[in-house]
């Protein structure tokens, strides 16, 4: 009898732990608007907020991450019609340094018919004992699953937010097409090295 409880316990603990484990992270997919660098696997995400419409992320870099270039979190919303992204990041580039700036507001047609995307970018640049900075906008029109693609971020924290998001925002971040063979990035790369190329410049 004794032997029974005991396997029992270590069952039920087994368990506790098991479930405790599922509940503590979650995986979502993200729009990726094909300006890009940063690897969503360098990253975690916390859920802080949302409703009916869509979710509200902070994202930051991975414990233990040493290509991560964020300064502080980026925030991310997302909605079965909508995202939104602004993000700070350090880089460094054809010899210059600096800090980054990107806000990104999409509108999705459906998960993987159209993203029609505004991003607006700023660099401050230190190049050889001078300093610059630059902005510029862009708009970007992704079409087709080949182009609206989304990728998977690990949510670590603020799991409890989604019953507050409500069903239409939490599922939105679980659906659409996965970016298949592509790299896990966040739109970044070719409006910010725009933006730093025209600093050097000027």
Partial sequence: MVRVLQSLLLLAASLSTTFAADDSTTVVRILN????????????GSVVGGDAQATTYAV????????CP?????????????FTMSAVYTMTTMGAKGTGTIVQDCDITSSTATAVCSVSVGAAVQYKGQSTSTSMATRVTATGSAEVLY????????????????????????????????????????????????????
């Fill in 33 to 44: 608007g094909h300006l890009n660098t940063l690897a969503f696997n360098d990253l975690r």
């Fill in 151 to 202: 990728e998977e971020l690990t949510v670590t924290a603020g799991l409890g937010n989604f019953n507050k998001a409500g069903p239409t925002g939490a599922a939105a971040t679980a659906t659409g097409a996965a970016a298949d063979n592509h790299p896990a990035r966040v739109g970044m790369a070719g409006a910010a090295a725009a933006a730093v190329a025209g600093a050097l410049v000027l």
């Fill in 60 to 67: 930051n870099c991975k414990e233990g991450s040493s290509s």
């Fill in 70 to 82: 964020l300064t502080k979190p980026i925030t991310i919303t997302q909605g079965p019609s909508t």
